[in-house]
């Protein structure tokens, strides 16, 4: 097992079946990657002590999703230097508008790459793309899923068409 580059922390386990797809991605590619609830609210200091070890434990890159007043990835992105995806998830009101009004919304100097709604795939893809713009063999391989997508679509229209 490798040591993890990625880490994906969430505010709560129920985030979960939403934060999964982020971890699904990361497998495809076979990106090494740790998980954790930390709760910027519910256990601040922990929170803290995250985005503040982060680099030096190896991580490159971290994926934070929250729901309502999702002030996880914000947080995180202001202790840490290393680049955070913020993914907001939907709770039972609002549709998910809270979380990615709070995720998206941040102050200049304190960025936090924000993915759609419940969008954790793409904040596995898009960390994966962050690890491969300096390794040639992943970025060979997003080469091939951005093919792979391209020939589906492809597909798609033919079928229509026939
Ligand atoms: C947020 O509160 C979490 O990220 C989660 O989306 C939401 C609800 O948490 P639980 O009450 O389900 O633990 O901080």
């Not at 999703?65 to 992105?77: D, K, V």
Request: charged share 20%.
């Amino acid at each position: 097992m490798s040591a993890p580059v990625i880490g994906i922390v969430m505010g709560s386990d129920s985030d979960w079946p939403v934060m999964e797809e982020a971890a699904k991605a990361l497998d495809e590619f076979e990106v090494p990657y740790e998980v954790d609830v930390v709760s910027a609210h519910r256990m601040p200091r922990e929170m803290v002590a995250y985005g503040e070890n982060a680099a030096d434990r190896g991580l490159k890159a971290i994926i934070a999703g929250a729901g309502g007043a999702a002030h996880l990835p914000g947080m995180l992105a202001s202790v840490t230097p290393l680049p955070v995806i913020g993914v907001p998830v939907p709770l039972k009101y609002l549709d998910g508008m809270d979380s990615l009004l709070s995720i998206v919304q941040m102050p200049a100097g304190v960025p936090v790459a924000t993915v759609s709604v419940a969008g954790a795939r793409n904040a596995g893809l898009l960390a994966t793309r962050i690890l491969a713009a300096h390794d040639a063999g992943l970025q060979s391989r997003m080469r091939e899923f951005q093919s792979e997508l391209n020939a589906q679509a492809t597909e798609k229209g033919k079928r229509l068409r026939a």
